[in-house]
């Protein structure tokens, strides 16, 4: 990037970290006084999220949404390319989002308070036994009517190519029982690459799939719904121009290879 591209890229990143701080703190107070906690996602959704690309004058590309009934409880599947992810798809879906965050953060000041607030589902995973009831007390509050968002990869691509899949959010849905709508997104992996902070130009296209039914599956079927999950958002990915993913079994099979080849680092006689 040039020097003043440079220059261009921090301020407009600080802007966002104040534009954060600024609705959190806002949309928080907004929560105490109406004792909601949907008006701070709908003001996330309507206010803090479009900021993120059109401080760059990037477009936001979205394929018409498939018929669905947004009235009713969802679990959103989305690829995972960049930070940016989180405000397209609070921007693009006409739902209040949440998320599944470790119990931990839920005693963090102001960032836990926030997440209290609004609705956020932790999960306790250091007992086998605290896990089970977490994620029961989750499936009952997304059967209430709640949406969530899940990363199913885990972490960020780093080259745009699908990760495989942890079954962490398939035993969430069956638990739940409710649809789950993949959503690809292309373009935020360039916009806002990993390991930066900087904010660069780029077209970010969005397409939204049609559910996929959990409702009459069983825990034994997380596996085979993991793999009609993915294979939609690997279509998807590509209609919009992604790389999409290689099967699963086979970039698995790559990473435990070059593992396996990979020198010792033991030194010891």
Known sequence: MKPLSVVIAILQTLFLFVWLAFWITLSGLAALVLLNGEVPLMMARRFWAPMHWRITGSPLLVEPLP????KQPHIFMMNHQSTLDIP???AVLPVNLRFIAKHVLKWVPFLGWYMAGTGMIFINRTHRREAVR??????????????????PEGTRSQDGVLLPFKTGGFALALEAGVPIIPVAIEGSLQSLPPNSLLLRRHPIRVKVGPPIPTAG??????????HEVREALVRLHRDIGGAGGEPQETRESRRTARTARAPSSDTSA
């Open 67 to 70: 018929d669905i009934d947004w």
């Open 88 to 90: 397209v798809a609070f």
């Open 134 to 151: 977490s994620l029961r007390r989750a499936g009952e509050r997304i059967r209430a009517g709640s949406n969530i968002l899940v990363f």
């Open 217 to 226: 599956r069983t825990g034994a079927g997380r596996e085979s719904l993991l």
